[in-house]
């Protein structure tokens, strides 16, 4: 019994989402009916946030009314950010949030392995070595035995290493492994405590055109070995097509920039059997499966009993429903414990709660709490129907609080509670799981086994509630969350944190000392609590000093905020190191970490605690010019990364582009896509042009070829094509094409050891082919490739210069590489 209350645990928290309360449709209710009789499950299996098919998983979850999970290994964490300045862990947290969200919206759940999205790889053996292959592979065992799919379906080809990025093949590699693995029990049978072994029916590739390079050539492919399934279903209770759901869901990934078009219509999804029988009717992907009650011993009356409440379904009067929906769940609970006794337990009992219109709601007196602190929760339940029900009793977790009541809900009547409870001292903190240890470069660290795979951390504080419907017993639980009133968005929710005393979060993550003088670092210090009071150090590597040694605080308030400000002295040697601010309380207890709130309309309000660390670095570094303008792209912080050493750095508006002296500053840099996310850019080229040729430096970050806001041939002064060349290793060689221009000498000595300690990537999307005005500067590739030339450009245009260039400044500065420092100043100095 013990086994399955944890493996419960783990489905309920699968999806968790501190938003309103849902609110069920007559219609929503209906399908909900429909989808207890079905005993089916799928799992889709891709790499990253967006590799899903959208499509696919609405149509398995709201036309067949399979449970169906998407399986992402990583959470997103190494692309770029649309949406804000986030990036790298902060990014996963976001487009996490998002990929709840698009399955929020498609009818799936979501699921994740413990690997870290690195960045780009070129091939799965790379991918497989830097994520741990065989903890990866636990994971997605993991994952199909708690799972438990009929059916698996992989979003990229196994058979196809080096056609795509490394992650997504070795997803697939991984999943066609795995499916056969998972049905061994001796493969990882330390998860055999929670979980049994499963043996998936059947193993699919999602293949369309684009794995055939191009429409015409999958028109004319062999489709005999494919079945393929029609995902263009019309919901006439939802008004809208499986696709027009799917282009929402796909809108939810709005970090990378993926709002979707709405399409109506029929749409053939193509499905490649890999493992497994092949159904003898190649459009019912399920054919043959048992997905009825009668999988289960003694279902076949529970089957019975919801085919007539299905049939007898009164749209005006869900109500009806309730006493054989009561019945139905009688018979759940007289099963033996098992899978689908567990989850069709926790559907039945919410259709339950919404056919009767049954409202519970636990909201608290503010989003935040440190342990040990006073809580005041509301509670509002309101029983919308006739039915009798009586709250016998609720309980507050984890303060293992009971109140006994005996309250009956008379029909639409509202009733309130209050309680006030102090949390435990040793309660969790409400982090993202993943981000509590240090990581490594390809994987989080997650020891907890029934942690692994969930989307985010459980909350802890939440009521259960035992009710008495109809005479039949019903518990229920609810999340603890915190509302408010909006002025202008009316009621907004917001997740109940559970969070430290205090915090201390230095202003800038990299401090860049280009010689001897000292540079201010700022420690904004935030209370948790009412009554913080101690002081504040910063810990420093050996050879620097700061300026006090400490400062006292003092916070009287919970959320105040207290500003305190360290001269920073550096050592006279070129180094990289860590400071940390250290927050010492009255009572003895040291603090070291920051927090960091994301607030976007599109996902629920996040907290993420970490290590409040900057790294400080003393680089050999000497610059010509002060003054720069930055047109911003999809965002990125080089902009504060090139104030460290000294430029004045104005991010140009619209207005001043148009009609504003450029030739005041000394270069001009577009940011990161500026090209693909700018549309004025179009308007701008001309004044940008000229200001080159009157003697500017003008530096254009990379690009992506694909939805250039202006042409390609007029992005530049000289002709130039962007490819989709790239160089992922970080410490491949770079070698020089041109060393004695002036962007290696001048005013800093460029060297091979400029090029030590890169992050991520070298660059990406390098042009291919340029115009014999540019010199091509440096030379990369990564192993078994040609040379790639194009990755920095520079021209003499009129009486300035021009420079194109794909390393990736955007990672490198940010992170404080001080032969990036070196080598970017010599670009902003050109011609000076």
């Given at each position: 019994?013990?086994?399955?209350?944890?493996?419960?645990?783990?489905?309920?928290?699968?999806?968790l989402?501190?938003?309103?309360?849902?609110?069920?449709?007559?219609?929503?209710?209906?399908?909900?009916?429909?989808?207890?009789?079905?005993?089916?499950?799928?799992?889709?299996?891709?790499?990253?946030?967006?590799?899903?098919?959208?499509?696919?998983?609405?149509?398995?979850?709201n036309?067949?009314?399979?449970?169906?999970?998407?399986?992402?290994?990583?959470?997103?964490?190494g692309?770029?950010?649309?949406?804000?300045?986030?990036?790298?862990?902060?990014?996963?947290?976001?487009?996490?949030?998002?990929?709840?969200?698009?399955?929020?919206?498609?009818?799936?759940?979501?699921?994740?392995?413990?690997?870290?999205?690195?960045?780009y790889?070129?091939?799965?053996?790379?991918?497989?070595?830097?994520?741990?292959?065989?903890?990866?592979?636990?994971?997605?065992?993991?994952?199909?035995r708690?799972?438990?799919?009929?059916?698996?379906?992989?979003?990229?080809?196994?058979?196809?290493?080096?056609?795509?990025?490394?992650?997504?093949?070795?997803?697939?590699?991984?999943?066609?492994?795995?499916?056969d693995?998972?049905?061994?029990?001796?493969?990882?049978?330390?998860?055999?405590?929670?979980?049994?072994?499963?043996?998936?029916?059947?193993?699919?590739?999602?293949?369309?055109?684009?794995?055939?390079?191009?429409?015409?050539?999958?028109?004319?492919?062999?489709?005999?070995?494919?079945?393929?399934?029609?995902?263009?279903?019309?919901?006439?209770?939802?008004?809208?097509?499986?696709?027009?759901?799917?282009?929402?869901?796909?809108?939810?990934?709005?970090?990378?920039?993926?709002?979707?078009?709405?399409?109506?219509?029929?749409?053939?999804?193509?499905?490649?059997?890999?493992?497994?029988?092949?159904?003898?009717?190649?459009?019912?992907?399920?054919?043959?499966?048992?997905?009825?009650?009668?999988?289960?011993?003694?279902?076949?009356?529970?089957?019975k009993?919801?085919?007539?409440?299905?049939a007898?379904?009164?749209?005006?009067?869900?109500?009806?429903?309730?006493?054989?929906?009561?019945?139905?769940?009688?018979?759940?609970?007289?099963?033996?414990?098992?899978?689908?006794?567990?989850?069709?337990?926790?559907?039945?009992?919410?259709v339950?709660?919404?056919?009767?219109?049954?409202?519970?709601?636990?909201?608290?007196?503010?989003?935040?709490?440190?342990?040990?602190?006073?809580?005041?929760?509301?509670?509002?339940?309101?029983?919308?129907?006739?039915v009798?029900?009586?709250?016998?009793?609720?309980?507050?977790l984890?303060?293992?609080?009971?109140?006994?009541?005996?309250?009956?809900?008379?029909?639409?009547?509202?009733?309130?509670?209050?309680?006030?409870?102090?949390?435990?001292?040793?309660?969790?903190?409400?982090?993202?799981?993943?981000?509590?240890?240090?990581?490594?470069?390809?994987?989080?660290?997650?020891?907890?086994?029934?942690?692994?795979?969930?989307?985010?951390?459980?909350?802890?504080?939440?009521?259960?509630f035992?009710?008495?419907?109809?005479?039949?017993?019903?518990?229920?639980?609810?999340?603890?969350?915190?509302?408010?009133?909006?002025?202008?968005?009316?009621e907004?929710?917001?997740?109940?944190?559970?969070?430290?005393?205090?915090?201390?979060?230095?202003?800038?993550?990299?401090?860049?000392?280009?010689?001897?003088?000292?540079?201010?670092?700022?420690?904004?210090?935030?209370?948790?609590?009412?009554?913080?009071?101690?002081?504040?150090?910063?810990?420093?590597?050996?050879?620097?000093?700061?300026?006090?040694?400490?400062?006292?605080?003092?916070?009287?308030?919970?959320?105040?905020?207290?500003?305190?400000?360290?001269?920073?002295?550096?050592?006279?040697?070129?180094?990289?190191?860590?400071?940390?601010?250290?927050?010492?309380?009255?009572?003895?207890?040291?603090?070291t970490?920051?927090?960091?709130?994301?607030?976007?309309?599109?996902?629920?309000?996040?907290?993420?605690?970490?290590?409040?660390?900057?790294?400080?670095?003393?680089?050999?570094?000497?610059?010509?010019?002060?003054?720069i303008?930055?047109?911003?792209?999809?965002?990125?912080?080089?902009?504060?990364?090139?104030?460290?050493?000294?430029?004045?750095?104005?991010?140009?508006?619209?207005?001043?582009?148009?009609?504003?002296?450029?030739?005041?500053?000394?270069?001009?840099?577009?940011?990161?896509?500026?090209?693909?996310?700018?549309?004025?850019?179009?308007?701008?080229?001309?004044?940008?042009?000229?200001?080159?040729?009157?003697?500017?430096?003008?530096?254009?970050?990379?690009?992506?070829?694909?939805?250039?806001?202006v042409?390609?041939?007029?992005?530049?002064?000289?002709?130039?094509?962007i490819?989709?060349?790239?160089?992922?290793?970080?410490?491949?060689?770079?070698?020089?094409?041109?060393?004695?221009?002036?962007?290696?000498?001048?005013?800093?000595?460029?060297?091979?050891?400029?090029?030590?300690?890169?992050?991520?990537?070298?660059?990406?999307?390098?042009?291919?082919?340029?115009?014999?005005?540019?010199?091509?500067?440096?030379?990369?590739?990564?192993?078994?490739?040609?040379?790639?030339?194009?990755?920095?450009?520079?021209?003499?245009?009129?009486?300035?210069?021009?420079?194109?260039?794909?390393?990736?400044?955007?990672?490198?500065?940010?992170?404080?590489?001080?032969?990036?420092?070196?080598?970017?100043?010599?670009?902003?100095?050109?011609?000076?």
């Amino acid at each position: 019994m013990h086994r399955y209350l944890l493996l419960l645990f783990c489905f309920c928290v699968l999806q968790l989402d501190a938003q309103a309360p849902k609110k069920m449709t007559s219609g929503d209710i209906h399908e909900a009916i429909q989808k207890l009789n079905v005993l089916g499950s799928a799992l889709y299996v891709a790499a990253h946030p967006d590799d899903e098919n959208q499509k696919l998983i609405s149509y398995m979850a709201n036309d067949l009314k399979m449970n169906t999970a998407y399986l992402s290994l990583t959470r997103g964490d190494g692309g770029q950010n649309l949406v804000g300045p986030e990036i790298r862990e902060l990014l996963g947290v976001i487009r996490t949030q998002e990929l709840l969200g698009a399955r929020r919206i498609d009818g799936g759940q979501q699921m994740f392995s413990r690997a870290n999205d690195f960045g780009y790889s070129k091939n799965p053996e790379e991918t497989l070595k830097i994520w741990n292959e065989k903890e990866v592979m636990a994971d997605v065992i993991w994952a199909i035995r708690k799972w438990q799919p009929d059916v698996i379906v992989n979003r990229f080809d196994h058979r196809t290493p080096g056609k795509t990025h490394g992650h997504h093949t070795a997803s697939a590699i991984l999943s066609h492994r795995a499916f056969d693995m998972a049905a061994d029990p001796t493969v990882y049978p330390d998860q055999l405590k929670y979980v049994d072994v499963w043996q998936p029916k059947r193993l699919f590739f999602n293949t369309s055109w684009w794995f055939y390079g191009s429409r015409d050539k999958f028109e004319k492919a062999d489709k005999s070995k494919l079945m393929s399934v029609d995902a263009g279903s019309y919901y006439p209770i939802k008004g809208k097509s499986n696709t027009e759901i799917a282009a929402e869901s796909r809108s939810m990934h709005k970090s990378q920039g993926f709002g979707a078009m709405s399409t109506r219509g029929g749409l053939q999804e193509y499905l490649e059997l890999l493992k497994g029988d092949m159904p003898s009717d190649k459009t019912n992907v399920f054919e043959g499966i048992n997905t009825s009650w009668t999988r289960v011993a003694g279902g076949a009356a529970i089957g019975k009993v919801l085919q007539k409440v299905e049939a007898e379904y009164d749209y005006s009067n869900p109500t009806a429903s309730v006493p054989g929906l009561l019945k139905a769940y009688k018979l759940i609970k007289a099963l033996p414990d098992g899978h689908w006794k567990r989850i069709k337990i926790a559907e039945i009992k919410e259709v339950i709660k919404a056919a009767m219109g049954l409202y519970i709601q636990a909201s608290s007196d503010d989003y935040s709490y440190t342990s040990g602190q006073e809580v005041s929760i509301d509670l509002e339940l309101t029983n919308r129907s006739e039915v009798p029900v009586v709250l016998e009793y609720f309980s507050i977790l984890p303060v293992d609080k009971d109140s006994t009541l005996q309250m009956t809900l008379a029909n639409n009547e509202v009733n309130l509670i209050t309680q006030k409870v102090s949390l435990p001292k040793d309660i969790t903190y409400t982090n993202p799981y993943w981000l509590n240890k240090k990581s490594a470069l390809g994987m989080y660290t997650v020891e907890d086994q029934l942690s692994r795979g969930l989307p985010e951390t459980p909350r802890a504080l939440k009521i259960q509630f035992a009710f008495l419907v109809d005479g039949e017993p019903l518990d229920l639980s609810t999340e603890v969350v915190f509302k408010k009133r909006d002025p202008v968005a009316g009621e907004v929710y917001r997740p109940v944190e559970i969070v430290q005393p205090v915090f201390a979060n230095i202003q800038e993550t990299v401090y860049v000392f280009a010689d001897n003088s000292p540079k201010t670092v700022n420690v904004l210090v935030k209370s948790g609590e009412e009554n913080v009071k101690g002081t504040v150090i910063l810990a420093i590597p050996n050879g620097w000093r700061t300026e006090p040694e400490k400062v006292d605080i003092d916070l009287q308030l919970k959320g105040e905020e207290q500003l305190v400000s360290f001269k920073l002295y550096p050592t006279d040697k070129q180094e990289e190191n860590l400071i940390s601010p250290i927050v010492t309380l009255e009572n003895g207890t040291s603090y070291t970490k920051k927090v960091t709130l994301i607030e976007y309309d599109h996902i629920p309000t996040q907290t993420i605690v970490q290590p409040s660390e900057s790294k400080v670095v003393r680089v050999d570094l000497q610059k010509k010019g002060d003054k720069i303008g930055y047109i911003m792209g999809a965002g990125d912080a080089v902009p504060a990364a090139l104030e460290q050493v000294g430029y004045q750095v104005t991010t140009l508006e619209d207005s001043e582009i148009i009609s504003g002296d450029l030739s005041k500053y000394d270069a001009i840099i577009l940011g990161v896509r500026a090209y693909n996310t700018v549309e004025r850019l179009k308007f701008y080229q001309p004044k940008l042009m000229a200001y080159v040729k009157n003697g500017g430096t003008l530096i254009n970050q990379y690009n992506t070829h694909r939805s250039l806001k202006v042409k390609m041939d007029k992005i530049a002064p000289y002709p130039l094509k962007i490819s989709r060349d790239r160089v992922s290793k970080e410490e491949a060689e770079v070698r020089f094409l041109a060393p004695n221009h002036p962007v290696l000498n001048t005013p800093n000595k460029i060297t091979q050891k400029d090029f030590e300690g890169w992050v991520q990537e070298r660059g990406l999307y390098f042009p291919n082919e340029w115009d014999e005005h540019y010199t091509a500067i440096l030379s990369s590739n990564d192993s078994g490739e040609t040379p790639k030339d194009g990755g920095l450009l520079v021209a003499q245009y009129g009486d300035g210069w021009y420079v194109y260039s794909g390393y990736s400044w955007f990672r490198e500065l940010p992170a404080g590489v001080p032969g990036a420092y070196r080598l970017f100043t010599n670009l902003i100095s050109i011609g000076k």
